[in-house]
């Protein structure tokens, strides 16, 4: 696998190992789902219990209120058939087991003895009803009883039995003496099975539909925390993708509450940036502008002689070292023509250094009239001046010679026709070497030069070609 397909490999698995850091992290929406359905747990256990608790003390006064009534009842029943015997009520008290939850039915007289008393079968295998009154209890108050072996609770009231009351019409002297008189104790175990087996199955029923509740909340809590935050996931995605470089990200989240606020601020701190980059990149780029022109300047003015114009001798050198390897590579021609000014010191001597500078910068104006667009000349000593010539033989490099010359004899006896000044030139080209040395060429324009200067030619340019 190459080096490229190897990173590009480890982006991508960073990508997963971020992605998946992002999923399970207890970000917002758990925390949040988790508080509400904590809430909602919290809020149902206390309002259970409290239900829990109100709907026990009512189911244990209704009870006792329906213990007290069914007493209350049998002894109403029992005064009419007092009287009878203990069979009479015996069968009253079978009668009432028949229908009713009850454990046991007692019978006792004014002074608390029992008379008769009838037992359940459930009851029958605990013990014996006890004789006289329920101990430690209120007459008419029930009061809460547990069978030992089954560990179930039961009510246990004393009642007293009161003898009849009768209509005025129907009483006489006798009976109404005796009226109302109590002549008797009725004592009667209430079960309290069924009632707790209700209470039971409405609670299982409770805690279901609690359960329920719960599992219902979990999901719906879920979604309304990922509806609320949707905004802020929205935004959270805009901010990332602002930071990875897309400054055209925004969050368009509606609503006015603190979300939409935040993202309108964000929105708003978007555009500044965004503003501040366009301007900053504007700016960098009119810099780099400028640094590359004052690049470019200074380079030129690096490679210029600060007095005539020309290139100076280094900058000469590096064109004729590229020059000499493309003409040597595609076999084309190219000339080199030294220049020197004749009697110069003189006119340094006689009109001082002003008017040398004055002919330096004639030389290089007259040298520049004559040049093609591909020639290069430069000043390469204190009145010495070079071309290079591309594309040319030592006839071009002869003609340009004269031309020069001519020129410049014409220039001086117009401008300064009191010095006595002229133009040496030697030319040479890449046909008369006989090594692959740059330098060997403009040794060679300048062994051309001093024949020239030594053959007394100052105004009529020539080339010489001194043997290899």
Known sequence: MSEENTSSADCTL?????W?????????????TCLVVGLALAVGMVVGSVTADHASLIVRRIQTDHCRQEAALLAYKASDEYDLGA????????????????????????QGRRITSVESQKHEHQHAVT???????????????????????????????????WDEGDRDASNSETAGQLIGYVRIGYSLEQTLAEVKAASELLSGIAILIVCLTVPLAYLL????????????????????????????????DEI????????????????????????????????????????????RDPLTGLYNRRHFNEVLARRFSESKRYGSSLACVMIDL????????????????????????????????????ARFGGD??????????SQQAKGFARRIGQRFADMIAIQYPDCPVGFSVGYASLSDLSSDDPDELVRLADLSLYEAKRDDKKTAPQGAHPAA
């Open 225 to 256: 925390v990922l509806r609320l935050l949707r905004p802020l996931a929205a935004l959270t995605r805009s901010i990332s993708m602002f930071a990875d470089g897309n400054l055209d990200a925004r969050c368009h989240a509606g609503g006015g």
């Open 260 to 303: 939409g606020e935040l993202a309108g601020a964000y929105n708003e701190m978007a555009d500044r940036l965004q503003q501040k980059h366009l301007e900053i990149t504007e700016l960098n780029s009119y810099l780099e502008q400028r640094v590359q022109e004052r690049t470019r300047q200074l380079q030129e003015l690096a490679s």
């Open 14 to 18: 960073c990508h997963k190992l971020s």
């Open 87 to 110: 069979e009479s009520l015996r069968a009253l008290a079978s009668r009432f087991m028949k229908s009713k939850s009850l454990l046991f039915v007692s019978f006792m007289d004014a």
């Open 20 to 32: 998946w850091r992002r999923a399970i992290r207890p970000g917002l929406q758990l925390k949040f």
């Open 384 to 393: 010495e001046f070079v071309v290079l010539m591309p594309q040319a033989e």
């Open 131 to 165: 004789e006289g009154v329920t101990p430690g209890t209120t007459i008419g108050q029930p009061i809460r009883m547990t069978m030992a072996d089954v560990e179930e609770d039961y009510l246990d009231v004393t009642f007293p039995i009161q003898s009849a009351t």
């Open 342 to 377: 004749d009697k110069f010191k003189a006119v340094n001597d006689t009109f001082g250094h002003q008017r040398g500078d004055e002919i330096l910068k004639l030389a290089a104006t007259t040298i520049e009239q004559e040049l093609r667009s591909s020639d290069v000349a």
